[in-house]
Structures are given as C-alpha cells and as structure tokens.
C-alpha cells in the first residue's frame, strides 16, 4: 500500500467523535482551532519537548511514528514505554477523565499498529489525562480492535462517498471547533437544502 493510501489514525479519533467532523478535516481539509484544539496541541507540544520521563523507570520514546500495512493505517503516539520488548502507547488528553470511545479507538488502533510493527501483543495502554494528571488504563479488548477494523472501513469509504455525512446536531458539537463551517442546524439533513427546499418549506409553513 502506497503511504497516501495510509489513513491516519486521528481520522479514526474524529470519526468516532463525529463522521462529518472527520470528513471535513481528513477530506475537505478544514481545521479551525478552539480552546480545547489549542491545548491538546499544548499537551502534545510539551511531550515533544520535555521527552516525559515515566516514574517507573521505563525506557521511553516520544513521538514515534507507527504503522500497519494489514489496516492500511499511520499516526503517532505520543509516548511508547517499553516495558521489556513490549510496546505501551500512553496518549496524552485534555478534558474529563472518563472514558471516551473516540480516545480509546485511537489508543487502540496505535497498539495494533505497534503488534504489527514489533511482531508482539500489545494488551493494553494508558490515556493521561493532562489537567487532572489521572493515567486511565485501557485494555484493547476484542470489541474494541473490532470497532477500530470497522472504522478504518467506514472512513475509507468516507473518502470515496460524494457527499459529507449529516451533522450529528447534539452535544457534541458545543465543543467542536467546526461549529462555524459546519453549521450543524442546517446540515444534519432536517433542515432545507437549496433556496427550492427553503421555499417549499416557507410554503409549507404559511399554507
Ligand atoms: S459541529 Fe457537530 S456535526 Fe458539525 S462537525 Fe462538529 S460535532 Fe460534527
């Protein structure tokens, strides 16, 4: 498989949280920052930069990148600690402490690319939740490498599909920082499409 070909592993994060936040990032190329984007990045930037020292003792590697032919998938983890030959992704978050799906995946697909690369299993890893430095252990079931097979499906036909998936239009989307482009109460296929719709529909209100 061709590196272009590769989907990155932070679409399968986007796609979980929301399919048409997903396909306007990874497809339509928009990314605009909000609070919680710019201290992500922060979060990621000072991993880059302080190469996080684990206070077991592990050997660490910052920033490494992985892959999988098999999945067709790359990324990058934030930090791999080795404990002997086997790989630990620990992926650093901002926000609430409790489990979300769309981290998990990502966590997920990172170990499943590290099995692949370093030819042993990868049970589990770690999420740091950077503001309340909590470590939430994540173990990579078989539902949850089933859920990331089947999201590296559905985003690669995102990439074939001819129209964006509709806005999800719930909570969600108060902190996305899409909101503006995205316009979520127009696009989550209840409201008219085209001035022929918006007529039709102003018809039918007053008729
Ligand atoms: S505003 Fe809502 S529907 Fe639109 S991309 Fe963001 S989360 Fe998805």
């Not at 050997?59 to 790989?87: F, M």
């Not at 042993?120 to 949850?144: C, D, K, M, N, Q």
């Not at 097979?149 to 719930?170: G, I, K, N, S």
């Not at 109460?185 to 409201?191: H, K, R, S, Y």
């Amino acid at each position: 498989m061709e590196e272009d070909q590769l989907i990155p592993i932070s679409a399968l994060q986007h796609y979980a949280y929301c399919p048409r936040q997903c396909a306007l990032i990874h497809i339509e190329q928009v990314f605009v920052d909000n609070i919680w984007t710019a201290k992500g990045k922060w979060s990621h930037e000072r991993v880059d930069e302080e190469h996080v020292l684990s206070s077991k003792g592990y050997t660490i590697t910052t920033s490494l990148r992985v892959w999988s032919e098999r999945l067709g998938l790359t990324g990058i983890c934030d930090v791999v600690e080795w404990h002997g030959d086997t790989p630990y992704p620990v992926e650093f978050k901002h926000g609430p402490r409790k489990g979300h799906l769309w981290d998990d995946t990502q966590l997920c697909a990172q170990a499943m690319c590290l099995e692949d690369m370093c030819g042993v299993p990868v049970p589990e890893g770690a999420i740091y939740h950077v503001s309340s430095r909590h470590r939430r252990v994540v173990t990579f079931t078989p539902e949850l490498r089933a859920k990331v097979e089947e999201m590296v499906q559905a985003v690669r036909a995102l990439y074939t599909a001819e129209a964006l998936p509709p806005a999800v239009h719930d909570q969600r989307c108060t902190h996305c920082s899409l909101q503006d482009v995205c316009m979520p109460e127009w696009t989550d296929g209840t409201a008219p499409r085209s001035w022929y719709d918006v007529l039709a529909q102003v018809g039918e209100d007053i008729g």
